[in-house]
């Protein structure tokens, strides 16, 4: 093992901050201070700290029972699905879709139903308040995703979101729900629906008449409120762009954490990135599961 | 394996599930507030696995290493996050933990013995916050709630029993390759 760590000790501080990193989290406020802090030797320090934990959690975990079958069996077809996903990613062309990007962590939950009626709230305080979004295209005729382009194996092209859609559609199990456009100028004229399928967590929104935003903006971003994970917030499906005169347009859904039940769809309106948790100030289309 | 993962190689993803699956299961369970929770919880760390495989680097330390830094911070996130609920078990019904015999754990891991050769030389008192802290995944302020003991003095001993089983790590780390 090549030792090529920064030399020095982090003070005490920094060392105090470190340590609560690897053990329980720190605070908003707490990372912040510790950006402040951060150097080189604290990253150093901290990997020292994490293959401590890592090692005490190893020396205190000996001869564990296996995970139940059912979970086993879960993380096999997971696994399997997410290099299938990756190897179709590796081939498809950089612009084949309109990608929905996800963030990676999320808030705390709360109940789903609370969430939802939040969300409904919003909805009508919303309607006093429009976003500050570009309105709908007067003539939305063109057709966002683009034809499949060359791809490694020609004979046989990658199939496009929509494509992926009608697959999806077609399987007896996977869930479709219609989405309501609220009043919002930017949603006049929405109509869509998602399709969910619970056993791969893939997914397509589906919709037309949205209007097109600036990235620099705002952007649209999907959220699923899951009522297995119950509680006050939904998971982040990803965000995603309108350009103009879009036209029937789909999106895959990339749910940043596992949905075990989903109840209901929604896209709202935020800053640039998406958000971790959404204020639910600019809600545009709704839909739940009945 | 973890390379033959990253080139996405099958047999090396279910020998992954097959060899570390009851590791990342133990870890998850002790780490959420429900078994539900401890069920989600390890599918995201397998695809937290999958995702990272090809950043492993066997000069920093082995595979299982890896495996459960990958874990505890995914269980820390988790945690965090419902960092307002209170857990599902009262504190009096955390399960016992059984430490690896320092010297016989060697089928575990290089650091698995090198860890609790340091606990073994750590004071009770250090080891038992320790305990708390890494494997039942209570805060610190939890611990010194559970310990009646102050804050500061968690603080401390948890400092104190990390920064030995590092150095013990480090030390150790040396002199095997001075021996090698």
Known sequence: MSDTRPQGQPDEAMVDLLIKQ????????????????????????????????????????AGQPPPPS???????????????????????????SVPARTRNS?????????????????????????????????????????????????EKPLPTPAEERAALLAKSDSLKISLGATKDP??????GDVVWDPATQRGFLHFTGLAANDPAVHQYQIWIFDAGRDKRYPVDGGVFDVPANAG?????????????????????????GGAVVSGREHVVALGAIT | ????????????????????????????????????????????????????????????????????????????????KTSAEPPMDPVESLESVAW???????????????AARALAELRPEHRQVLELGLLHGLSQSEIAARLSMPLGTVKSFMRRGLIRVREFMNVDAKRVLSEG
């Open chain 1, 22 to 61: 690897v053990t329980e989290g720190l605070s908003p406020a707490e990372q912040r201070a510790l950006d402040v802090l951060d150097t080189e030797l604290a990253s150093a320090y901290r990997r020292d700290l994490e293959r401590a934990a890592a090692a005490v959690t190893l020396a205190g975990s």
């Open chain 1, 106 to 154: 999320f808030g705390a939950y709360g109940g789903w139903l609370a969430a939802a009626a939040c969300l409904v709230l919003a909805i009508f305080a919303w309607e006093r308040s429009p976003p500050a979004i570009a309105p709908p295209a007067v003539a939305p005729i063109a057709v966002v995703t683009p034809p499949p382009a060359p791809v490694v194996a020609p």
């Open chain 1, 186 to 191: 930017a949603a006049a004229g929405v109509t």
């Open chain 2, 1 to 80: 394996m973890l390379q033959r993962i990253a080139s996405g190689d099958p047999a090396a993803v279910r020998e992954c599930i097959d060899q570390y699956g009851p590791l990342v299961w133990s870890i998850a369970r002790r780490l959420s507030r429900t078994p539900s929770d401890a069920e989600d919880a390890t599918q995201e760390i397998f695809l937290d696995i999958w995702r990272s495989a090809g950043r492993f680097d066997a000069s920093q330390g082995s595979d299982k290493v890896f495996i459960a830094m990958i874990a505890r911070r995914r269980l820390i996130d988790r945690l965090r």
């Open chain 2, 100 to 114: 690896a015999d320092p010297g016989t754990s060697s089928e575990t891991s290089i650091e698995a013995d090198q």
């Open chain 1, 248 to 272: 029937d347009v789909v999106i895959p859904i990339r749910a940043a954490l596992m949905v075990r039940k989903p109840a209901a769809f929604a896209v709202t309106v935020e800053k640039p």
């Open chain 1, 70 to 96: 059912d979970l086993a069996e879960r993380l096999a077809k997971q696994a399997a699905d997410h290099f299938a996903a990756n190897a179709a990613r590796t081939l498809a062309p950089e612009k084949a």
